[in-house]
C-alpha cells in the first residue's frame, strides 16, 4: 500500500500514514477483579422458553457446554458462570423443603406435648399431603411454581394445620371422653367432626374470600400478587378437604383411647387466669364499659403510629441480593478513552470492599439485560460517554452484611474519593425486590412552555438534592454541545460548476472512519478492513475548508471555502413526550428510607413554599398543577417510580378488601341470621392493628424494620 502511486509521481506513503493493527474500539467489554488485571470477555446470555423447567435447563446447557469446550479448537477457551437462575430456583426449593421439614417438626412437638404422639403424627402427615394437592392443582392448571408461588405457600403455612388440628383435637377428646361401648367408634369420630365441621368450613370460606380479590391489583404488582390470590385459597381448599376426610379416617385406625392425658402446669394456670379475667369483665357493666373504652383507645393510640413514624412504611421488603449495578454517565461528547479512565477508578474504589468479587464493565454498549434493565433502559446506554458496571458479591450465605449496606458503603466511598465529579454522572442501584421501575423516585415535568418546563425542572432537580436519603438526582435536560456545521451555498456552487453529490462523500471521508475495501491476510482466515480516515487534530483545523478541494464539472479544482462555511452551534436538545405532550425527567433513588416519606416531604414543600413566578391551582395524590402568574401557561409535576406504583397498588388493594370484607360479612350473616354477631366477629380485624403496630414499632426501634405490604398480607 505504501507504494501505491495516487497521482503523477505521488506514491500513498507520501500523504498518508499507514499503519497495520486495530480500528480505534468503539466498547470495551472486560471483567475486574482482585487477582488479576482487567480480562476481555465475551459475555453470552440464554433465556428459556416459557414453561420449561429453569433448573433442568440450566443443568443441560452446562453439561452441552462442558463437552463442547472439550473439542480440540477450543483448548485454551475458559468460562465463568455469573449469574444461574436454575441454582436460584434449586435454592428457593431446597429452601421450602427445609421450612416444610421444619414446618412439620414444629406442629409434631407443640401437638405431642399437649396431646401424643399419634394425633401429632397425623396432623404433621396433613401439610405434605395438602401440598401434594396444591401441586397436582398447579399442574392441572398449567400453573408455574415460582418464588412468588414458594412465597404463597409459606404464607400459608400457618393456614394449612389450623383444621386438620382442630379435627384431630375434637376426635381425640371425643374418642377419651365418649364409652365405646356406648357409642361406635365411627360415630365418636363423625359427631366429633360435625360439631366443628361447620366452624371449619366458614372459616375456610371467609378466608378464600379475603385472599381472592388480590388477583384484581392492576399492573406489574398485580402479576407478583396473582400467584398468591390462586395458590392461598387452593392450599385452604384442600388443608379443609384433607381436615374432613383424610384425617377422620386415619384417625379411625391410630387413635385409640389412652388412659392419661397429657397435662401441662403452667397452660392450666393461663387458662384459669383467663377465666377469672373474664369472670370480672363480665360480671360488671361497668367492667365491660372501661375494657370496652381501653380497647378503643388503644386503636386511636396505635393507628397513629405511622403518621407519628414510630412505624415506618415501605412497598417491599429490601431484598439481599448477590449483585448490584452503577450506572456512569460521562458528560456528552467525552470520549471513549476518558470514560474508561473515570470507570476503571470506580472499579478500583468498588473492589477494594471486602464482600465484592468481581466486575462486569460494559464501555460503549449495553450490558447483559436482566428484567430490572428493561425498566431502567439498559439496552439503550450505548455510546462513547456510557459505562454499565455489574457488580458480583459474595454469595449472601459467605458475607456478614447485607446488599443494601454494602451498596451504601459503595456509595460513600465514591462520593468521598478525589474524582472529577464535574466529568460525569453516577448512579448505584440495587436490584429491587418487586416489579422495577425506572427510578425510585421520579417526577415528570410537563409542559407546552420549554421555559416554565426547564425552569421547574431546575428548581425539582435542587429540591430533590436537598430531601433527606435522596442520592443520585439527576434530570434528562441535555447538557449544551456544542457542533460544526459546514452549510453549503447552493447558489455560490451552481456558479462555480460544482456537482453537490460530490461534496457529499469529501466531507463524509474528512470526519468519519470509512471502509475502503477489504484485505485477506494469508495467515489468518478473517478478513481485514482498508480504512481511511482525517486525524483529529486535522479535523478542527482553522484552515479546513481552504485546504479540501472538489472538481467541478469542468475538472476544476475548488476550495470548500468558496462554497461552504462553518458554522458552530449546539445540538438541538432531545424532545421527549409522554401521552403526547412534552416532558421532562427527574430521577433519583432512596438510601435507607421509603419512597413515601421522601415524596410526601417533597409534596410539603412544594406547597408550603411559593415558587418565584408561580402558584399552584390544584393537586392530588398523583400531580401537582402550577401556573406561571405572568403568562399563566400551565406545568404539571406528575410523580411516577416507586410512588405510583404504590398508589395503585393500595388503591386496588383497598378496593379489592373492601370488596372482600363485604362478602365475609354477607356470608357471616347469612350463616348467623344476624347482623350484629357478623359485626362483632368483623370488629375483630381492625383490632388486629393493636398487636402489629407495636409489634413493628419495636422491630423499627431495634433494627429499621419496615411495615411493608408483604407484612399486611401476613395481617389478612
Known amino acids: 500500500l505504501q507504494y501505491l502511486q495516487v497521482g503523477q509521481g505521488v506514491l500513498l506513503k507520501d500523504i498518508a500514514t499507514i499503519e497495520y493493527g486495530y480500528s480505534k474500539k468503539s466498547s470495551y467489554v472486560y471483567l475486574a477483579n482482585k487477582q488479576s488485571s482487567q480480562n476481555d470477555y465475551v459475555f453470552l446470555s440464554i433465556a428459556k422458553v416459557k414453561g420449561q423447567n429453569t433448573s433442568d435447563v440450566s443443568k443441560n446447557i452446562l453439561n452441552d457446554l462442558n463437552n463442547v469446550i472439550k473439542n480440540p479448537e477450543f483448548i485454551g477457551i475458559e468460562y465463568q458462570i455469573f449469574n444461574n437462575d436454575g441454582d436460584v430456583a434449586t435454592k428457593e426449593i431446597n429452601t421450602l423443603v427445609a421450612k416444610l421439614l421444619q414446618s412439620i417438626l414444629i406442629v409434631f412437638i407443640i401437638l405431642l406435648i399437649f396431646l401424643n404422639k399419634k394425633p401429632a403424627l397425623l396432623v404433621s402427615l396433613a401439610i405434605p399431603l395438602t401440598l401434594l394437592l396444591v401441586f397436582t392443582f398447579a399442574y392441572l392448571s398449567g400453573q408455574n411454581i415460582n418464588r412468588i408461588t414458594m412465597f404463597s405457600l409459606i404464607l400459608a403455612w400457618g393456614l394449612l394445620v389450623d383444621s386438620a388440628t382442630v379435627v384431630i383435637e375434637k376426635i381425640y377428646r371425643h374418642i377419651n371422653n365418649t364409652k365405646i361401648k356406648d357409642n361406635t367408634k365411627e360415630k365418636i369420630i363423625v359427631n366429633g367432626v360435625n360439631q366443628v365441621g361447620i366452624g371449619l368450613f366458614m372459616s375456610t370460606l371467609t378466608s378464600v374470600i379475603v385472599f381472592l380479590p388480590t388477583s384484581r391489583i392492576s399492573g406489574l404488582m398485580g402479576e407478583y400478587m396473582l400467584p398468591i390470590s390462586i395458590f392461598v385459597p387452593v392450599a385452604l381448599i384442600m388443608s379443609f378437604l384433607v381436615a374432613i376426610i383424610f384425617t377422620p379416617y386415619l384417625s379411625y385406625y391410630f387413635i385409640k383411647p389412652v388412659n392419661k392425658?397429657?397435662?401441662?402446669?403452667?397452660?392450666?394456670?393461663?387458662?384459669?387466669?383467663?377465666?377469672?379475667?373474664?369472670?370480672?369483665?363480665?360480671?360488671?357493666?361497668?367492667?365491660?364499659?372501661?375494657?370496652?373504652?381501653?380497647?378503643?383507645?388503644?386503636?386511636?393510640?396505635?393507628?397513629?403510629?405511622?403518621?407519628?413514624?414510630?412505624?415506618?412504611?415501605?412497598?417491599?421488603?429490601?431484598?439481599?441480593?448477590?449483585?448490584?449495578?452503577?450506572?456512569?454517565?460521562?458528560?456528552?461528547?467525552?470520549?471513549?478513552?476518558?470514560?474508561?479512565?473515570?470507570?476503571?477508578?470506580?472499579?478500583?474504589?468498588?473492589?477494594?470492599?471486602?464482600?465484592?468479587?468481581?466486575?462486569?464493565?460494559?464501555?460503549?454498549?449495553?450490558?447483559?439485560?436482566?428484567?430490572?434493565?428493561?425498566?431502567?433502559?439498559?439496552?439503550?446506554?450505548?455510546?462513547?460517554?456510557?459505562?454499565?458496571?455489574?457488580?458480583?458479591?459474595?454469595?449472601?450465605?459467605?458475607?456478614?452484611?447485607?446488599?443494601?449496606?454494602?451498596?451504601?458503603?459503595?456509595?460513600?466511598?465514591?462520593?468521598?474519593?478525589?474524582?472529577?465529579?464535574?466529568?460525569?454522572?453516577?448512579?448505584?442501584?440495587?436490584?429491587?425486590?418487586?416489579?422495577?421501575?425506572?427510578?425510585?423516585?421520579?417526577?415528570?415535568?410537563?409542559?407546552?412552555?420549554?421555559?416554565?418546563?426547564?425552569?421547574?425542572?431546575?428548581?425539582?432537580?435542587?429540591?430533590?438534592?436537598?430531601?433527606?436519603?435522596v442520592v443520585h438526582t439527576t434530570n434528562s435536560i441535555d447538557k449544551p454541545i456544542l457542533k460544526q456545521e459546514i452549510v453549503i451555498d447552493h447558489k455560490r456552487a451552481a456558479n462555480l460548476n460544482v456537482d453537490l453529490t460530490n461534496v457529499y462523500p469529501v466531507v463524509t471521508n474528512l470526519f468519519n472512519v470509512n471502509n475502503v475495501t477489504q484485505i485477506k491476510n494469508i495467515n489468518s482466515s478473517e478478513v481485514s478492513f482498508i480504512q481511511i480516515s482525517t486525524p483529529t487534530n486535522q479535523q478542527i483545523n482553522t484552515n479546513l475548508l481552504t485546504d479540501i478541494f472538489v472538481l467541478n464539472q469542468l475538472g476544476q479544482k475548488i476550495p470548500l471555502s468558496e462554497i461552504a462555511t462553518i458554522n458552530i452551534t449546539r445540538h438541538e436538545s432531545v424532545l421527549t413526550l409522554d401521552n403526547k405532550q412534552p416532558s421532562q425527567y427527574v430521577n433519583a433513588e432512596t438510601n435507607k428510607i421509603s419512597v413515601v416519606y421522601v415524596v410526601i416531604e417533597l409534596f410539603q414543600k412544594i406547597l408550603s413554599n411559593d415558587i418565584n413566578g408561580y402558584r399552584v391551582t390544584d393537586w392530588n395524590l398523583y400531580s401537582i398543577n402550577l401556573q406561571n402568574i405572568e403568562t399563566e401557561s400551565l406545568v404539571t409535576i406528575e410523580w411516577g417510580g416507586e410512588w405510583e406504583m404504590t398508589l395503585d397498588s393500595f388503591r386496588d388493594l383497598g378496593i379489592a378488601m373492601l370488596i372482600a370484607f363485604s362478602l365475609v360479612f354477607a356470608v357471616l350473616t347469612a350463616q348467623f341470621n344476624s347482623f350484629k354477631n357478623s359485626a362483632i366477629i368483623m370488629s375483630t380485624i381492625p383490632l388486629g392493628f393493636i398487636g402489629i403496630l407495636p409489634g413493628f414499632a419495636l422491630l423499627d426501634l431495634i433494627n429499621g424494620t419496615f411495615l411493608t405490604a408483604t407484612s399486611l398480607i401476613g395481617f389478612i
Open 261 to 469: 392425658t397429657s397435662k401441662i402446669d403452667f397452660i392450666q394456670k393461663i387458662v384459669d387466669l383467663y377465666k377469672k379475667l373474664l369472670q370480672i369483665l363480665l360480671s360488671k357493666q361497668k367492667n365491660q364499659i372501661k375494657f370496652v373504652l381501653f380497647v378503643i383507645i388503644s386503636l386511636i393510640i396505635v393507628i397513629t403510629f405511622p403518621v407519628l413514624r414510630f412505624v415506618h412504611f415501605k412497598m417491599l421488603p429490601t431484598a439481599d441480593r448477590n449483585q448490584f449495578y452503577v450506572y456512569i454517565d460521562a458528560n456528552k461528547g467525552t470520549d471513549i478513552v476518558l470514560t474508561k479512565k473515570i470507570t476503571d477508578d470506580i472499579n478500583k474504589i468498588i473492589l477494594q470492599n471486602e464482600n465484592v468479587e468481581n466486575i462486569e464493565t460494559f464501555i460503549g454498549e449495553p450490558a447483559v439485560v436482566d428484567f430490572n434493565g428493561l425498566f431502567k433502559g439498559a439496552d439503550s446506554r450505548i455510546g462513547y460517554n456510557l459505562a454499565t458496571i455489574k457488580v458480583n458479591l459474595l454469595d449472601s450465605s459467605l458475607r456478614d452484611i447485607k446488599s443494601e449496606q454494602i451498596v451504601e458503603q459503595t456509595r460513600y466511598a465514591i462520593e468521598r474519593s478525589d474524582l472529577e465529579f464535574n466529568l460525569f454522572d453516577y448512579t448505584v442501584l440495587e436490584d429491587p425486590p418487586g416489579p422495577p421501575v425506572m427510578a425510585t423516585v421520579q417526577a415528570i415535568v410537563k409542559s407546552d412552555n420549554t421555559d416554565d418546563q426547564l425552569f421547574i425542572t431546575k428548581y425539582l432537580t435542587n429540591l430533590f438534592k436537598g430531601t433527606k436519603g
